[in-house]
């Protein structure tokens, strides 16, 4: 006997995996250079160069055992410290190492917090598109996973839709911005008018509604403010993840926040710390963590994603494809033509160009491209994207 749900989880396959795999078959076949995968969101800028110094630095100076010792469940003091100094230095925040827990990147630090939330029939609130594994991880940690439509053409937040949503069994909402897969950054106005609902609504049922938020893109922005939510919303629990700031994704480093403006926040982190203690979380890897405490400062070189950004935006609406103004991350997140983005993918594939239909982001009709990829890939695919929309003129 084993676990159906486990088994249906492993064995169904994500689509974007499926797109991934096949776009390397076809390499094999036609060549590197005509296949189109806009599929992963894997960083394509390497880490800084100084990340790769602490490394060796660290190899050099710090005894062994050390490196590769166990941690504390929670983390080393020090790594905890230059995070917390580096984030009041840049928003005048007062958080203190205590308040941070680090984790081996955003997905099982979001399944700890999701798990150190679920009571009996809690609800966890998310917005539309979102993260795929969003819903896995909450409906293992016990939650109920509800969905917000999706606020087109702009990918805001329906501020309506969302409050008729929150009920008595609230437990938390989950917000990503910068946003997987469109690229949208939420504005302060949306945000103070999210907060002033929640803080209305959490007085209402008389218990407190937190803000999840799921940050792993807080510093691939080009231009615009990602506010610092604590800020806005006291009782915000920060996921964050150095995947993508530092091209780390296989490293698995981050950390949660769980600020001490937040209600009951050393209950909290205590309950986030014995989630992750009862999904087998020993430690964060100890080499990353002694690079972090030397690195929380750095931020990521921007030049290539914002030109990859810049010309696939120009160049696809001046074709005529229609698309939120992508802020952040390295993600566009395109109407289909015609309206059907299954079918549009299907096409577009046999062109060997992948893109990733809505669907699974909770938005059908929209398909994702990540371009996280080489700018010539970019300058290569355009004939292809200006046949597709074509057909549908
Ligand atoms: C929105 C979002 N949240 C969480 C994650 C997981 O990040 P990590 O690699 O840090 O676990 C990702 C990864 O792509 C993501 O896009």
């Given at each position: ?9 492993g064995a169904n396959r994500s689509c974007i995996r499926d797109l991934f795999e096949y776009g390397r078959q076809q390499a094999a076949i036609v060549g590197s250079e005509n296949v189109y995968d806009y599929s992963l969101g894997n960083p394509s800028i390497p ?200 091209s780390?994704p296989g ?57 990859n950004?810049?010309?696939l ?17 390295f ?11 299954n079918?549009f993918s299907e096409l577009a594939k046999k062109e060997n160009l992948l893109l990733v239909p ?9 398909f994702r491209i990540c371009y996280c990829v080489s700018y010539d890939r970019i300058q290569r695919s355009l004939p292809v994207f200006?046949r597709l ?5």
């Amino acid at each position: 006997m084993i676990n159906q749900k486990a088994y249906a989880l492993g064995a169904n396959r994500s689509c974007i995996r499926d797109l991934f795999e096949y776009g390397r078959q076809q390499a094999a076949i036609v060549g590197s250079e005509n296949v189109y995968d806009y599929s992963l969101g894997n960083p394509s800028i390497p880490a800084p160069p100084e990340v790769n110094d602490a490394v060796r630095a660290i190899l050099n100076d710090t005894d062994s055992l050390l490196v590769h010792g166990y941690t504390s469940a929670v983390g080393d003091y020090e790594a905890r410290r230059a995070i917390s100094d580096d984030l009041n230095a840049r928003y005048g925040a007062a958080t203190r190492p205590e308040e941070f827990f680090l984790g081996c990147g955003a997905a099982p630090e979001l399944v700890s917090v999701f798990r150190a939330l679920a009571v009996p029939g809690g609800e966890l609130l998310t917005v539309a598109p979102y993260f795929p594994e969003y819903k896995p991880f909450a409906e293992e940690a016990g939650l109920v996973f509800k969905v917000v439509p999706p606020d087109v053409p702009d990918f805001q937040i329906d501020l309506e839709a969302l409050a008729a949503m929150l009920t008595p069994s609230t437990q938390a909402v989950l917000l990503n911005s910068p946003n997987n897969p469109s690229g949208v950054v939420y504005t302060r106005q949306t945000l103070t008018a999210l907060a002033k609902i929640l803080r209305e609504k959490a007085a209402a049922f008389g218990h407190p509604i937190y803000l999840i938020s799921d940050e792993p893109y807080r510093e691939l922005v080009y231009g615009v403010e990602v506010p610092y939510l604590p800020a806005i919303y006291p009782d915000t629990i920060i996921c964050y993840s150095y995947s993508k700031s530092l091209s780390l994704p296989g490293e698995r480093i981050g950390y949660v926040l769980v600020p001490g403006s937040c209600a009951d926040s050393q209950m909290v982190y205590a309950a986030v710390a014995g989630a992750a203690r009862a999904c087998g979380h020993v430690c964060a890897p100890s080499l990353w963590q002694k690079v972090i405490a030397r690195c929380a400062h750095l931020r990521p070189d921007l030049v290539r994603y914002d030109r990859n950004r810049q010309a696939l935006y120009q160049s696809l609406a001046a074709m005529g494809y229609e698309m939120a103004k992508p802020d952040g991350a390295f993600y566009l997140f395109i109407k289909a033509p015609g309206g059907d983005a299954n079918r549009f993918s299907e096409l577009a594939k046999k062109e060997n160009l992948l893109l990733v239909p809505g669907d699974g982001f909770g938005c059908p009709g929209y398909f994702r491209i990540c371009y996280c990829v080489s700018y010539d890939r970019i300058q290569r695919s355009l004939p292809v994207f200006e046949r597709l929309i074509r057909q549908f003129q």
